[in-house]
């Protein structure tokens, strides 16, 4: 009882206070914190890679829900207007263009080719667990993309797109409702048979002990009809132990909703095999910099790589083997068009200038942190490689590497009361604030998040 009576007033203290500020020293830019490279040598590190014999593995959180996905068609049922109805009208228009038409019945489909069903039926049978229930569903297993005869969701996609990077297996990871396990098996099995191979993959659920309280305008824990603490999942940073559970050389991370259709994956996979490249050869240059430390090597080796700022070149030599020896991430980042989401920044912290992946949740609107964020020339797409284990094949430990004080304050709604609690230093965020990260601008096309179902539309996500 005393540990949560901690854990409570902690998260008080944080709700209290103001969002944890962050100084940002400047974005980075090209040739300013991100490398840009040339056609030739984006083959030569994926051709590398597709031949290295590195154990790689992918960590995939999904356990969102598609909920979001049909925000438009909720709000119709609800309240019909002007533009949620253009909405409805360009989804039914295109109705035969989304992978999941060809699960209907075909008594349905008829009736939606000919204009015959009433338009809430419809929407109703798409939404509810008495009809389709596409919407009850999480986002990686409603079916994106339709390949041929074959109906393909989330996650059957990403083990087809992922076992393409390297001439070894690949394993998976997914993080998921666990109420959703056998059905995602029954999916996986399904992929199996269709393509006559094995997959190595397996599941984990976001542990609730990490899960944060809630707490109403007042600050008082808010307690449910069952008479416990309300909780609410303590967003992706909790899944830092979940990620730290997997066992490979090299882990990449991706989300859920971000794969294209197989026709249009070429540029994806061929940048995800560079990104894999890339790791391992500044994995290699850091080694022998470490073994065979020297002004000239370190200067050459920054300049190359972009990984430290200016002003680390001050520190002693043993400073900067101390630095070298931090876990290694390769962030792939677009040019930004406007999306929502985190960019790449020089950030100081207790006097370290270092490069940091930035939420807009965790800048102050209302301070000049806003007027550095809004020069960043790019944006964070999570396509990323992390290194899995230490040099000796010893397991990282993950929390010495966390920056516990960039937490998210979170204020929502819970059935008509404002709720307030406190999430966890995101995964790419505040959990891996003390990485040594390399930028590089990759192709825009390897952006195709489905925010909403509409998205489906784009050319990405079409056959052809």
Same mark, same amino acid.
């Not at 603490?229 to 909790?238: C, M, N, V, W």
């Given at each position: 009882m005393?540990?949560?009576?901690?854990?409570?007033?902690?998260?008080?203290?944080?709700?209290?206070?103001?969002?944890?500020?962050?100084?940002?020293?400047?974005?980075?830019?090209?040739?300013?914190?991100?490398?840009?490279?040339?056609?030739?040598?984006?083959?030569?590190?994926?051709?590398?890679?597709?031949?290295?014999?590195?154990?790689?593995?992918?960590?995939?959180?999904?356990?969102?829900?598609?909920?979001?996905?049909?925000?438009?068609?909720?709000?119709?049922?609800?309240?019909?207007?002007?533009?949620?109805?253009?909405?409805?009208?360009?989804?039914?228009?295109?109705?035969?263009d989304?992978?999941?038409?060809?699960?209907?019945?075909?008594?349905i489909?008829?009736?939606?080719?000919?204009?015959?069903?009433?338009?809430?039926?419809?929407?109703?049978?798409?939404?509810?667990?008495?009809?389709?229930?596409?919407?009850?569903?999480?986002?990686?297993?409603?079916?994106?993309?339709?390949?041929?005869?074959?109906?393909?969701?989330?996650?059957?996609?990403?083990?087809?797109?992922?076992?393409?990077?390297?001439?070894?297996?690949?394993?998976?990871?997914?993080?998921?409702?666990?109420?959703?396990?056998?059905?995602? +098996?029954? $999916?996986? #099995?399904? @992929?199996?048979?269709?393509? !006559?191979?094995?997959?190595?993959? /397996? %599941?984990?659920?976001?542990?609730?002990?990490?899960?944060?309280?809630?707490?109403?305008?007042?600050?008082?824990?808010?307690?449910?009809?069952?008479?416990?603490?309300?909780?609410?999942?303590?967003?992706?940073?909790?899944?830092?132990?979940?990620?730290?559970?997997?066992?490979?050389?090299?882990?990449?991370?991706?989300?859920?909703?971000?794969?294209?259709?197989?026709?249009?994956?070429?540029?994806?996979?061929?940048?995800?095999?560079?990104?894999?490249g890339?790791?391992?050869?500044? +994995?290699? $240059?850091? #080694?022998k @910099?470490?073994?065979?430390? !020297?002004?000239?090597?370190?200067? /050459? %080796?920054?300049?190359?790589?972009?990984?430290?700022?200016?002003?680390?070149?001050?520190?002693?030599?043993?400073?900067?083997?101390?630095?070298?020896?931090?876990?290694?991430?390769?962030?792939?980042?677009?040019?930004?068009?406007g999306?929502?989401?985190?960019?790449?920044?020089?950030?100081?912290?207790?006097?370290?200038?270092?490069?940091?992946?930035?939420?807009?949740?965790?800048?102050?609107?209302?301070?000049?942190?806003?007027?550095?964020?809004?020069?960043?020339?790019?944006?964070?797409?999570?396509?990323?490689?992390?290194?899995?284990?230490?040099?000796?094949?010893?397991?990282?430990?993950?929390?010495?590497?966390?920056?516990?004080?960039?937490?998210?304050?979170?204020?929502k709604?819970?059935?008509?009361?404002?709720?307030?609690?406190?999430?966890?230093?995101g995964l790419?965020?505040?959990?891996?604030?003390?990485?040594?990260?390399?930028?590089?601008?990759?192709?825009?096309e390897?952006?195709?998040?489905?925010?909403?179902?509409?998205?489906?539309?784009?050319?990405?996500?079409?056959?052809v």
């Amino acid at each position: 009882m005393l540990m949560l009576k901690t854990t409570i007033e902690l998260q008080i203290e944080r709700l209290r206070a103001p969002q944890p500020a962050l100084n940002l020293v400047s974005a980075c830019k090209i040739q300013e914190g991100i490398i840009v490279l040339s056609d030739e040598k984006i083959a030569d590190l994926a051709h590398s890679f597709y031949h290295s014999d590195k154990k790689i593995s992918f960590f995939i959180p999904a356990s969102g829900s598609g909920s979001r996905m049909f925000h438009f068609l909720f709000e119709f049922l609800d309240n019909p207007n002007e533009s949620n109805s253009g909405y409805v009208e360009r989804f039914l228009t295109h109705i035969e263009d989304f992978a999941f038409f060809y699960q209907f019945p075909l008594s349905i489909q008829k009736a939606l080719r000919n204009r015959s069903m009433d338009l809430d039926a419809f929407v109703s049978f798409i939404l509810n667990n008495k009809g389709y229930g596409l919407a009850h569903l999480p986002k990686g297993l409603i079916p994106f993309h339709k390949t041929g005869p074959f109906l393909l969701c989330p996650i059957q996609e990403h083990v087809v797109q992922g076992q393409l990077l390297n001439q070894n297996t690949c394993s998976f990871h997914f993080t998921i409702q666990s109420k959703f396990q056998e059905y995602i +098996q029954r $999916q996986l #099995e399904f @992929l199996e048979g269709m393509t !006559s191979k094995k997959f190595e993959v /397996d %599941f984990s659920v976001q542990n609730t002990e990490t899960n944060a309280i809630a707490f109403d305008d007042n600050f008082q824990p808010i307690i449910s009809p069952e008479g416990e603490y309300l909780t609410r999942p303590a967003g992706h940073g909790a899944l830092l132990e979940n990620f730290a559970a997997v066992d490979a050389d090299l882990i990449f991370i991706k989300n859920i909703d971000n794969i294209q259709h197989y026709n249009h994956s070429e540029i994806a996979i061929e940048t995800q095999r560079m990104l894999g490249g890339l790791f391992l050869e500044v +994995q290699a $240059q850091v #080694e022998k @910099l470490i073994a065979d430390f !020297s002004e000239e090597a370190w200067n /050459d %080796f920054n300049a190359d790589y972009q990984l430290f700022h200016e002003s680390a070149n001050e520190l002693s030599n043993a400073e900067k083997l101390d630095l070298l020896k931090r876990p290694l991430r390769i962030c792939g980042m677009v040019q930004n068009e406007g999306q929502p989401g985190g960019g790449p920044f020089w950030v100081e912290n207790n006097g370290e200038i270092t490069k940091q992946i930035v939420e807009k949740a965790q800048i102050n609107p209302k301070s000049d942190q806003v007027r550095v964020m809004v020069q960043s020339s790019h944006f964070n797409p999570v396509i990323m490689v992390c290194q899995g284990k230490n040099s000796d094949g010893s397991k990282i430990d993950l929390a010495a590497f966390k920056d516990e004080n960039a937490y998210f304050k979170v204020s929502k709604s819970h059935k008509g009361q404002s709720i307030h609690f406190v999430e966890l230093p995101g995964l790419w965020n505040g959990s891996m604030a003390r990485w040594n990260t390399v930028f590089v601008e990759i192709p825009s096309e390897t952006f195709s998040p489905v925010k909403s179902i509409l998205d489906l539309l784009d050319k990405a996500h079409q056959p052809v």
